[in-house]
């Protein structure tokens, strides 16, 4: 049995992220972003980047730099 908190988790992540630098935000962003869509590229590929597979159905031939306007900041 694990014992009651004495503090709310959702208050304290909010308390803190409020006073966080907004260049760790667009940072923290600009990090979970990437990921995200490399795992999707990953996903309709068929394979990691750089890994060869027989079961790859497509190639990942790069990308173009764009800018994300969000809340915290561009994201370059």
Same mark, same amino acid.
């Given at each position: 049995?694990t014992?009651p908190t /004495?503090? +709310? ?6 308390e803190?992220?409020?006073?966080? %630098?907004?260049d760790l ?8 972003i990437?990921v995200l869509? /490399?795992? +999707?590229?990953d996903a309709v ?6 890994q060869? %597979?027989?079961?790859?159905v497509?190639r990942r ?6 800018d994300?306007d969000t809340?915290v900041g561009?994201?370059e």
């Amino acid at each position: 049995m694990t014992a009651p908190t /004495s503090i +709310d988790p959702a208050r304290f992540l909010h308390e803190h992220l409020e006073q966080a %630098s907004p260049d760790l935000m667009r940072h923290l962003l600009s990090t979970f972003i990437d990921v995200l869509l /490399s795992a +999707d590229a990953d996903a309709v590929c068929g394979a990691e980047w750089g890994q060869r %597979s027989q079961d790859r159905v497509n190639r990942r031939n790069g990308y173009r730099h764009r800018d994300l306007d969000t809340r915290v900041g561009t994201i370059e």
